[in-house]
C-alpha cells in the first residue's frame, strides 16, 4: 500500500500517511510516533463528514499534541468517507465501528503497546465507546459527544430547515425529507449527503458504553462555564453504572455546522489550546498509571 513518511523537524515527530486494509475497503489513516519511547497509544474517532469543516484540523492537532507528549496515535477515514474508498451510502455504525477496529490493528502494530485509549468527537464518540473492548476499564475521551443519534438527527433536520430558509428555499416537513430518504435514500445538508442507512440508526452513548467500568474524560465547549443538562443526566447515569468520570469545561463555543467560511484558523481559537492541554494531561496519566488522574486546574 502506498505511503509517505514526515519528521516535523521542530518536534521531531514522525508522520505516516498510508492506505490500510479495512475490513471491505482500503482505508485512509495517519499514525503520529513520539519521539521518545510512548506511554501508550490513542485511537481518534472522529465525527461524520457533515462536521469535518470544523474538526478535520481540530484532530490533526489534537494528534500532534499527543505525539510530541509521547502517545502513539491513528487517525483514520471511515469507508466513503475522505481518503478511503467504499460507499458512503451503505454506511452504519456497525460498519464505521468495523472501520475503527481495522485503524486499532494498525495503530498496535506501529505502537507495539498494550495500554490503549480512544478519543471519540461528536459522532465518533458511539464508535469510540465500543471500540477498545469491556475486557477492562480503558481511558475514553469523549469531545462534545452525542449522546443519542435521534438528538442528533433531529438536529441535523433542523440544520436543514434553517439552510432552506436562509437560501429562500422552501422547506420540508420531517415527513416529505423521510420521503426524500426512502426514495432517493439521502437528504442533502449544508452541501453534504446524509444516507438513509445512518438515519435509521438507533443508539445512545449510555448503552453502547456498556456496563463494564470505563475511564472516561467528557470535553464539552460552551460560554456558560456549566455543563449542559444532557451531559449532567448523562454523567449522572455512568456513575450509577460505576464508571469514573471526569469532566473538563471549555469556555468557548464551539459550532460544529454553521460559522465563518473559510472557518478562522484553528491554532488562533482561544478554547484549542485549553482543551488540548487537558485532554493531552489527561491520557498521559491514564495511560501510564491506569487510574482516576487530576485534570489541570
Not at 498510508?18 to 497509544?41: H, S
Not at 500532534?64 to 477515514?77: K, S, Y
Not at 471526569?246 to 469556555?251: E, K, L, P, Q
Amino acid at each position: 500500500m502506498p505511503s509517505s513518511t514526515w519528521v516535523d523537524p521542530g518536534t521531531r515527530v514522525t508522520e505516516i500517511t498510508e492506505f490500510f486494509e479495512g475490513p471491505q475497503d482500503v482505508l485512509f489513516g495517519c499514525t503520529y510516533i513520539p519521539p521518545q519511547a510512548p506511554v501508550g497509544a490513542v485511537l481518534v474517532c472522529s465525527s461524520l463528514e457533515i462536521e469535518s469543516v470544523h474538526s478535520h484540523r481540530l484532530e490533526v492537532l489534537l494528534a500532534r499534541h499527543l505525539a510530541r507528549r509521547g502517545v502513539t496515535v491513528q487517525r483514520f477515514h471511515y469507508r466513503g468517507a475522505g481518503h478511503s474508498r467504499g460507499e458512503a451510502s451503505r454506511s452504519t455504525l456497525e460498519t464505521m465501528r468495523a472501520d475503527a477496529g481495522a485503524a486499532l490493528r494498525r495503530l498496535c502494530q506501529r505502537a507495539a503497546s498494550d495500554s490503549l485509549g480512544v478519543v471519540g468527537i461528536r459522532f465518533g464518540a458511539l464508535v469510540a465507546a465500543g471500540a477498545l473492548g469491556f475486557e477492562r476499564p480503558r481511558p475514553i475521551a469523549l469531545w462534545q459527544p452525542v449522546l443519542q443519534t435521534s438528538a442528533y438527527f433531529r438536529e441535523l433536520l433542523r440544520i436543514k430547515r434553517m439552510q432552506e430558509l436562509r437560501w429562500g428555499r422552501q422547506t420540508q416537513s420531517p415527513e416529505e425529507v423521510a420521503d426524500v430518504l426512502s426514495q432517493q435514500g439521502f437528504v442533502d445538508v449544508l452541501g453534504w449527503p446524509f444516507y438513509r442507512s445512518l438515519y435509521d440508526e438507533t443508539a445512545s452513548l449510555t448503552d453502547e458504553l456498556g456496563r463494564e467500568p470505563q475511564h472516561l474524560l467528557l470535553v464539552e465547549f460552551g460560554s456558560s462555564g456549566d455543563l449542559s443538562g444532557p451531559n449532567r443526566v448523562a454523567i449522572e447515569c455512568w456513575r450509577e453504572r460505576a464508571h469514573i468520570v471526569d469532566t473538563c469545561m471549555i469556555a468557548g463555543k464551539r459550532d460544529w455546522w454553521f460559522g465563518n467560511t473559510p472557518p478562522p484558523p484553528e491554532e488562533s481559537r482561544p478554547e484549542v489550546r485549553p482543551a488540548l492541554d487537558a485532554t493531552a494531561h489527561w491520557f498521559q496519566y491514564a495511560l501510564a498509571h491506569r487510574c482516576e488522574c487530576p485534570l489541570p486546574s
